[in-house]
């Protein structure tokens, strides 16, 4: 599975996963593919891509990033950490151990903006 993954790159979603997997002759059901994935991003081999509400996008996590959202097309890009490394910002929580951030960077991306395409309201 991690290989199907990493060979369709960029943010895929389970459902995109299973179907590569199945035309590569693999026999999974629906939920083995979910249960896979998600014990694959507890493992912190896999993370997920957060756009929002919606499909849940799963990427190789080989370096710790964000992600741009369009609101025009939808694309998601990935944003490099602006500050160090993971969580790459600093939560101000009293007796907290913060190791995660994920920021969504939101408006229209370069070739939306190119394009003269409005964005969605």
Known sequence: MLEALRQSGGHRSAEAVGVRLTDGGASLSRGTVYKVLDDLVSAGIV???????GTALYEI??????????????VVIDVPCQIGSKPCLEGDLAGADIDEAQVIFRGRCPKCVTDGMASRP
């Open 47 to 53: 993370m997920l891509a957060d756009r929002g509400p």
């Open 61 to 74: 996590a080989d370096v710790w990033h964000h992600h741009f959202v369009c609101r025009t097309c939808g």
